[in-house]
């Protein structure tokens, strides 16, 4: 059971942008940081940049910002953006096909699981991700 | 965020057992009943046998049958036996390499949220499954 590279970059992007408030930062800059792809960081913040989330200022001297107060970036609300499907098994999915599905209790177990899942992470914003001063040193010192 | 199949197809095997526990039970019948690759229950079936889950009487008149009592069965025992992994990011993987993993208050949310996961699936046994007369009906006139 894991969470998407996706998911998990997607916190790192946003975890760089709340120690970098004061300016714009770009794409290959967190790329660099973080060793990531600057293809899958692209493709990240765009879809980070529709939810609103990220805030992408276009031309010469962009880059992007938090679209929001780290305050107000909820960390379940990041997960159901950038997770594909939380389908536990394939009782949770339109195509899936389990001749026991309709009379199986399993299903509504694993959905009380993945909802107390959903409630630890719904506690959390990005604010407090970003209330360690040991990660925002490490962080501003990386910074070009 | 998914269990993997592996999981989804042990509980179903487990379920079977469960309905049929006043007789062996044949890999291939269960594999004809969920229409599951026979192989993929082989290897599961040994996995669980392996566990005490499932017994395996061998011979020509033999089968697979519970190793103990469904009200011995923890959901949570057996996710922990079938997924290969919990590393919901790449913080939680030994071989994982996230520059800010130290100083990442990520990993401690994420942690959190997964038990509170486990929490839910460890009150729940087999039996909890099984105490379920259209299962059971499904499961027993579905048998050869």
Redesign the interface.
Same mark, same amino acid.
């Given at each position: 059971?894991?969470?998407?590279?996706y998911?998990?970059y997607s916190?790192?992007i946003l975890?760089y942008l709340g120690t970098h408030e004061d300016r714009l930062v770009t794409i290959s800059e967190v790329s660099k940081?973080?060793?990531i792809s600057k293809n899958h960081l692209v493709k990240i913040v765009h879809h980070l940049a529709q939810a609103g989330i990220i805030k992408s200022v276009p031309g010469k001297k962009g880059g992007i910002t938090l679209g929001k107060d780290p305050k107000k970036i909820n960390?379940l609300d990041v997960?159901e953006i950038t997770?594909s499907?939380? @389908?536990?098994?394939?009782c949770?999915t339109e195509h899936g096909?389990?001749?026991?599905q309709?009379?199986?209790?399993?299903t509504k177990?694993?959905t009380?699981?993945?909802f107390?899942?959903?409630?630890?992470?719904g506690k959390?914003n990005l604010s @407090?991700?970003l209330r360690?001063d040991?990660?925002r040193n490490?962080?501003r010192k990386?910074a070009v």
């Open positions: 059971m894991h969470l998407s590279k998911t998990d916190f790192r975890m940081r973080y060793t960390l997960i997770e499907n939380f @389908d536990l098994a394939e949770f096909y389990c001749v026991i309709n009379n199986c209790k399993l177990i694993l009380e699981a993945l107390s899942f959903f409630k630890v992470m959390y @407090d991700l360690n040991q990660l490490q962080l990386m």
